[in-house]
DNA sequence: CACTTGACCTGTCCGC
DNA sequence: TGCGGACAGGTCAAGT
């Protein structure tokens, strides 16, 4: 899915399309999709006003003037996309050529405001979620609970980021970078251009791990998803902004998908493994066990 | 408790 | 062309 920079991208989009509008209808495919009982859809969102768009993780809190919040999880293959049916980000932008194909056959929820513009809720492997829920209760749902601290903080040290890994001593660092009890927002994608930005190889044990190592890799991650911020995101396969448009990081990808290519820094062949249960790219030479 | 694996879905790509 | 299998940006429940 989505990892921290393309849910960060996506909520810096919503901030300028949807707050302050508000919603007049909103429906959904399944219950799967939206499970709220529909007695709540109406006294808490039909009517509501958007207020705040926030991200924690890589989850997306949208506020209401009710003093509810939908809670969003795009997982894989989740996008929200924002489209009126007038033009508004000028000719050629992607988001025109939406106009008239949305709602498709991946779209699972619908909001529609009161000014005739729409906001779609589109998930090809239905793995995502949309939750509405009372906003002083956000914190206190089990993945919140859960989630470790977002990396991009200013006041987040290299130490505390060190100190968070001692508890998966015993497990891969891809493993644990991967763990959102570790470090908010990290995925498959900015896993594999961290740890090769830090010649760590990503099965080695986090015991093994120095603190020089730590240091590099907790700057790599730092520097990585701002970058992929700057780029808006990633698209490797569907991925799209709140404007339906693509992110370019995979452009300044270094071994991310780049299998059969060479590493930027030292041209040896980068090669896909698996570790972790999922696909993984390395420099073979720079990142060794 | 820490750790690993399979499940959840649909679509695409690759080899036969 | 068709078909089977592997795989895809994430997280959880269930297993060891």
């Known amino acids: ?9 996506v909520k810096r989009g919503l901030l300028k399309l949807i707050v302050g509008k508000k919603i007049q209808i909103a429906s959904s495919d399944t219950a799967r999709s939206f499970p709220n009982a529909p007695a709540d859809v109406q006294q808490f969102l039909v009517n509501a006003s958007i207020t705040d768009v926030r991200r924690r993780a890589k989850v997306l809190l949208i506020d ?24 508004r980000f000028g000719a ?3 988001n025109d050529s939406l106009v008239g194909t949305l709602p498709d056959k991946s779209t699972r929820v619908i909001i529609k405001f009161t000014d005739d513009s729409h906001l779609y809720f589109n998930d090809q492997r239905k793995f995502g979620w ?26 987040f040290t290299a130490a505390e980021f060190a100190e968070r890994f001692k508890r998966r001593a015993r497990t891969t660092i891809k493993a644990a970078i991967l763990d959102q009890s570790v470090i908010a927002g990290v995925g498959n994608i900015y896993a594999d251009e ?11 044990l986090v015991g093994t791990i120095t603190n020089a190592e730590f240091k590099k890799l907790y700057t790599e991650v730092r520097a990585v998803m701002n970058l992929s911020i700057e780029k808006g995101g990633s698209t490797n396969r569907n ?8 992110g370019s990081y995979m452009d300044f990808a270094r071994v991310f998908r780049r299998e059969g290519l060479a590493c930027p820094r030292c041209g040896t062949e980068i090669i896909k493994i698996r570790v972790a249960g999922r696909g993984t790219h390395i420099c073979p030479k720079e990142q060794t066990l």
Do not use: C
Not at 145 to 155: A, N, S, T
Not at 194 to 204: E, Q, T, V
């Open 1 to 9: 899915m989505p990892e921290l920079p393309e849910v960060e991208t």
């Open 64 to 87: 209401l003037s009710t003093d509810y919040t939908l809670v969003i999880h795009l997982k894989m293959t989740g996008q929200l996309v924002f489209v009126d049916v007038r033009s």
């Open 92 to 94: 050629g932008h992607p």
């Open 130 to 155: 949309v939750r509405l829920m009372p906003t002083i209760e956000v914190p206190n749902i089990d993945f919140m609970k859960r989630v470790g601290p977002e990396p991009l903080e200013p006041d």
């Open 194 to 204: 961290s740890l090769w930005g830090a010649k760590i190889h990503p099965a080695r």
């Open 239 to 246: 991925y799209v902004n709140a404007e339906g448009k693509k």
